[in-house]
Nanobody
Framework: VQLQASGGGLVQAGGSLRLSCAAS????????MGWFRQAPGKEREFVAA????????YYVDSVKGRFTISRDNAKNTVYLQMNSLKPEDTAVYYC???????????????????WGQGTLVTVSS
């Protein structure tokens, strides 16, 4: 599975962005998907995950109520809608495909097998 993230950019605090992650191949629906982010000088951290069919989602506490992860298996795409953005959301955002059979609630990077190249989100104050 190859992943291509897009949709990043510069936005003012309080604004919104929607990230997309397009997957190649016909096996996209077999993988739970996740979004991670890495701020300058910090480790990559989990943001959100969604089950294979899209019926279950999981978020890190800091984005609950502001971010929404979704997917369209017909389009081989996973999305991250980000609202009420804060300067601390500034980071490179990565999409990733979870190891098959893994837990949706596993926030560790080692639980993901395929990674996109990242898209930069900058939130100005």
């Amino acid at each position: 599975v190859q992943l291509q993230a897009s949709g990043g950019g510069l936005v003012q605090a309080g604004g919104s962005l929607r990230l997309s992650c397009a997957a190649s191949g016909r096996t996209f629906s077999l993988y739970a998907m996740g979004w991670f982010r890495q701020a300058p000088g910090k480790e990559r951290e989990f943001v959100a995950a969604i089950s294979r069919g899209g019926g279950s989602t999981y978020y890190v506490d800091s984005v609950k109520g502001r971010f929404t992860i979704s997917r369209d298996n017909a389009k081989n795409t996973v999305y991250l809608q980000m609202n009420s953005l804060k300067p601390e959301d500034t980071a490179v955002y990565y999409c990733a495909a979870q190891i098959r059979g893994g837990s949706l609630y596993n926030t560790d990077l080692s639980g993901y097998v395929y990674w996109g190249q990242g898209t930069l989100v900058t939130v100005s104050s």
